[in-house]
């Protein structure tokens, strides 16, 4: 194969491929659940992919969406159901809210924590990066 031939084919090859997606450029990007309502239920359709994303158990989410918006939660194989009527929105700030207190470091900002047990009790936020701890509720 010639050398003029490999670039052809190359040059082919990279027109086929998709563009680049646009983003933000920062490495960790919030996600965004995906949800619909039927009748007086929301349905999170994405739930295990945010979990795995934000590297948390699916428990601790559950109560915390549970909490805050005052709903019970049925957790339905991939998926989970709240028990009320409920917009996007409010579900992706709740979300934002439990990322900000529980997954990004309250130094450095980076997500790259892990939640142990500390002393006494008490629930720590660990950075991987930095090493900074802080304690959650």
């Given at each position: 194969m010639t050398d003029s031939n490999y670039d052809k084919l190359l040059d082919s090859l990279y027109a086929k491929l998709p563009a680049k997606a646009v983003g933000t450029g920062e490495r960790f990007e919030y996600p965004k659940f995906e949800c619909f309502t039927e009748g007086t239920k929301t349905f999170?359709?994405?739930f295990d992919a945010v979990v795995s994303k934000l590297r948390r158990?699916?428990?601790?989410?559950?109560?915390?969406l549970s909490k805050e918006l005052a709903v019970p939660i049925v957790q339905d194989a991939d998926r989970v159901v709240l028990q009320r009527r409920l917009v996007p929105?409010?579900?992706n700030s709740k979300l934002d809210d439990f990322t900000t207190k529980y997954v990004i470091c309250k130094?450095?900002?980076k997500p790259d924590?892990?939640?142990i047990d500390g002393e006494h009790g008490f629930?720590?936020?660990v950075c991987e990066a930095c090493g900074a701890r802080s304690s959650v509720k």
């Open positions: 999170i359709k994405n158990d699916k428990v601790m989410l559950i109560k915390f929105e409010s579900l130094e450095c900002k924590t892990n939640i629930k720590q936020v």
